[in-house]
Structure formats: C-alpha cells, structure tokens
C-alpha cells in the first residue's frame, strides 16, 4: 500500500526552501530539488506542448493548502504548457474521490466544482464519499441526483479511474501532492522545500525542457 509523502518539518529544510524564491533551470538539482522518474512516462499532450500533472487527492490536507498557490501558478504558465490533473487512486476513499473528479468533468461541472470540493471537505466538513452525499452536492451546480448517480457508476467514469491509477503506477507515485513535469521530472513538498516551493521548481524544470527543445 502507498503511503502519502510526510512534508519534512525540520529547520534545515525550512531554510533550504527559502533559497527558492528565484529559482533558475540551471540552479535545480536533481535528488535535491527533484527527482528523475526512473522510466519516462508517455505525456497526454500535443508534441509542441509541456505537459505539467498535477497528481492530488481531494481529502488531503496538504493538497488542499497548495491549491491557493499551484493555482495562481497555472495562471502564469506560457502558451506551450498544458496542465493536467491527476487524482490519486489508493483504494478506499481516494477511488471515491477520483469518482468524484471524473463524474464531474462527465457532467461539465468540473472546473466549477474543482475548488469547491477540496472546500466542502476540508472547511465544511463534508466527505463527500458516499453516492448520496455526493449526489446532493452535485445538485448544486445545476445537475439532478439522479444525472449525478448515473455519472457516479458510469463505465466512462469507472474506466478513467482505472487509467488514473494505471498512470499513477507508472509514474510510480509514492503519494500527494506532486507534480509531474514532461513525464520526467517528479516535483514534491519533500524535495522542493515545501508546499510554496513546488510550483517554482516546477517552473524551473519547465524551462529546462523548452531549453532542451531548442538543443
């Protein structure tokens, strides 16, 4: 069974993510920084493009606080970059939840919905890990319980969940949050310093694959 990756609490890691704030490609280190996945995985993105995963889990606490960050990052992200988001499938609550995500992009709700679910579960209590709960929330977006049930056990849903943890096998992710930079690079709390630190290493690593390009 994974395990989530345990965000590393100690002053020296502390200070580390303070040299971070002006990161370059050529100043990420990789087992320093990042990590290499140690077998390329196949990209989902148009060869002129950079593919940036952006692996979670809606329960998770420390998913839920990068949002606010990764998000503002997504906004500043060049033309040639394509974000993807990847639910984690753990078994459990986390199939659920990746449901949850797959059965909202089915209904159209899902940009809408993305941040108001990570809100309901970590502010407003609301697991959302049963059909009926979920169902019930989905109403709210203009969708019927009964439109929301049959997106929740579709084949549709059912099959992307399994690709979804087909991915997440490949990528041999150990846990979330994390991002995936061109199917190569694997960026984490734990080797960029801290939750803030990972979109600027991500963008670093962005760089370094346009510089690779143009080699």
């Known amino acids: 069974m994974f395990k989530p990756f345990r965000l590393l609490q100690s002053a020296v890691i502390a200070v580390a993510g303070l040299g971070l704030a002006s990161l370059a490609s050529a100043n990420v280190v990789e087992g320093q920084h990042y ?7 196949e990209t989902r993105v148009k060869e002129d493009q950079i593919e940036v995963v952006e692996a979670f889990w809606y329960g998770c ?8 960050s990764v998000t503002a990052w997504y906004e500043t992200l060049g033309d040639d970059v394509s974000v993807e988001h990847l639910p984690a499938t753990m078994g459990g609550e986390w199939n659920t939840h990746a449901a949850v995500f797959y059965a909202a992009e089915e209904l159209g709700i899902r940009e809408e919905a993305h941040a108001d679910i990570f809100n309901a579960i970590h ?3 609301r697991r959302l890990t049963d059909t009926d709960s979920i169902a019930a929330f989905f109403s709210e977006y203009g969708v019927s319980e009964e439109e929301a049930r049959k997106a929740l056990d579709s084949f549709g849903v059912k099959s992307q969940v399994n690709q ?6 490949s990528m041999r ?10 199917g190569r690079y694997l960026v984490t709390p734990s080797s960029a310093g801290s939750l803030e630190n990972m979109p600027q290493v991500a963008d670093a690593l962005i760089e370094r694959v346009r510089q690779e390009r143009e080699d």
């Open 123 to 125: 502010q407003e209590g």
């Open 164 to 169: 979804a943890h087909a991915r997440m096998r």
């Open 173 to 182: 992710l150990m846990g979330v949050p994390a991002l995936i930079i061109d």
């Open 35 to 41: 990590e290499r996945l140690p077998e390329p995985v």
């Open 61 to 68: 606490p420390h998913c839920y606080n990068l949002q606010s």
